[in-house]
């Protein structure tokens, strides 16, 4: 069993680690962080999909999860790009 955080995207061959913190980008090869900007952008985008719209409290709430999940994601630091 593997436990999924908030916000991470699992894909590739191979089984992901049993445990995948939040905004995490990746699976059983690496995994790296899923930067705050680019996750609301793609979440912004799914949801404009069906009409609906990402509310500055919805941000502000996965603001909040991604600060304090970061030890999670001490392994890697945050990309400057992509």
Known sequence: ATVVGVGANV??????????????????????TFRLPKFLELAQT??????????EEEQNIFAHIFDVTQPDRSWTAIPASS
Not at 11 to 32: D, H
Not at 46 to 55: D, F, I, P
Request: positive net charge; proline residues 9%; charged residues 10%.
């Open 11 to 32: 894909f590739g061959a191979g089984f992901p680690p049993g445990f995948v913190p939040a905004f995490s980008w990746g699976g059983a090869e690496k995994l790296v």
């Open 46 to 55: 799914v949801l404009g999909r069906q009409g609906l719209r990402l509310t």
